[in-house]
């Protein structure tokens, strides 16, 4: 159950979601194909670019590949969980496969034990003792 400050809160809340942003989340599929096309211009002209031109496309590029992966795990573009793990699978940031950095990233929505040491998986807070 959504948690509002007020009723204004509320109101504006019920007005965005009936937007055309809202309904189609354009600009999260506009980052999905800038992506992919971007990553396919890499691929294709990685060598004629030079190694660090290719380097400095590539840091911000894999950054927002892990922004997008962030929204699809929450639902965005589609409510299809399985049309957002499509859309997302593939490795091009090779810090965790999806189906590992969803799992532990919806367990670090728990909220009883958001930001504890040793159980929220994404806290980089330390226990007392350490």
Request: proline residues 7%; glycine residues 4%.
């Amino acid at each position: 159950m959504p948690n509002y400050l007020d009723e204004a809160h509320r109101a504006e809340i019920v007005r965005l979601s009936t937007t055309f942003t809202s309904q189609t989340e354009w600009p999260t599929w506009l980052l999905l194909v800038g992506f992919y096309l971007a990553w396919v211009f890499i691929v294709f002209y990685g060598t004629t670019l030079g190694e660090v031109f290719t380097i400095v496309l590539l840091v911000p590029l894999l950054v927002l590949w892990m922004s997008i992966q962030h929204e699809l795990i929450h639902g965005h573009p589609t409510r299809w969980p399985a049309m957002n793990k499509a859309l997302g699978f593939l490795p091009f940031a090779v810090w965790y496969p999806y189906d590992i950095y969803r799992d532990t990233h919806l367990a670090h929505h728990n909220d009883a034990v958001l930001t504890v040491p040793g159980q929220d998986p994404e806290s980089r807070y330390v226990t007392a003792a350490f």
